[in-house]
């Protein structure tokens, strides 16, 4: 057994080894910027979106430590440099005291930020990372490394004292124009327009859509065939059919994935790029075409409805 986890089950009667490996859905963000880079004020909405819970911020040229509101997020528009911690409650209450970081202990130099989830750490009132922050304190410095890296979580531990921080699990992190993202949920950069159970408010979006932006309805410049047998399928035969009624939403390279998966892509549906309408412009994004059936003899749609009682 390590150091750390003999600490973790002596100090929470719930902990035991069987229940120690993490939580594989993590959330929160850590956003880690240098000098001379730039967090687009987009991204940094975004990361307050998703995660409302709280903001925290080590400026790394004093190395002060200040909480913030996430709504607060304007406060990254600097040429500061931080590491900025947006959390999502997933353990403990919604509060300053959760709000990262963390003293590791009752070191007054060490401090802890986390991205992820420790199964069983924690409780309703005392965040899991909160805990391991205190409890690292009592784990000699010089085995952090290790002990942290154990789990499937993003860690930053800095120093305010010696003014240096360390990241760990760093091949789990995203880099993007010379900042550092410890989930890439936050960098949206794919439009995906949906025309059935993704479409918002309807079963599939709540599974896999409810933390992207949504950007508004629109319809497929082009004539599509919209073929609605129990499922909706949208066949690639353009300038047939009707111009398509969709949802479109900014998602992330992640989701996208998770939505490539769920379409069978490409084997059962294939994902391209179209342009979409919207109200007042005109976009190109990500659509789903499904290559195994055809419209022949088919009745053709405009748009597929849900009814609600089918809406989980």
Known sequence: ???????????????????????????????????????????????????PHGLGVIWLDTFEVTYHKSSEYKVLDTKRPFIAHFRYATVGA?????????????????????????????????????????????????????????????????????????VYNKELWTQRDGVWYSKDNVLEDNLVAVYGTLKKGYSNYNHYLTSSKY??????????????????YLIENKGKGHNVEVDVFKVSSGVLDHLDRLEGHPTWYRRK?????????????WIYFNIRENEKGQELHKTYTQAPNRVK
């Open 1 to 51: 057994m390590s150091y750390l986890r003999s600490i973790l089950v002596q100090s929470s009667g719930s902990v035991s080894l069987k229940t120690l490996p993490t939580n594989k859905i993590s959330m929160c963000v850590i956003i880690i910027k240098q000098t001379g880079k730039h967090v687009p004020q987009e991204v940094a909405k975004t990361s307050a979106r998703i995660n």
């Open 94 to 166: 919604i509060n300053k005291e959760n709000t990262h970081p963390f003293r590791c202990g009752s070191n007054k130099q060490e401090w802890l930020m986390m991205n992820g989830t420790i199964r069983n750490l924690g409780n309703f009132k005392k965040s899991d990372s909160r805990v391991l922050a205190e409890n690292l304190g009592r784990v000699p410095r010089h085995k952090w490394k290790k002990e942290l890296e154990q789990y499937e979580c993003r860690f930053v531990t800095i120093n305010t004292h010696s003014r240096t921080y360390q």
């Open 215 to 232: 950007v508004g309805k629109g319809e497929t410049k082009d004539k599509y065939p919209l073929v609605i047998s129990g499922l909706p």
């Open 273 to 285: 790029q179209i342009e979409i309408k919207m109200k007042d412009k005109t976009l190109t994004c």
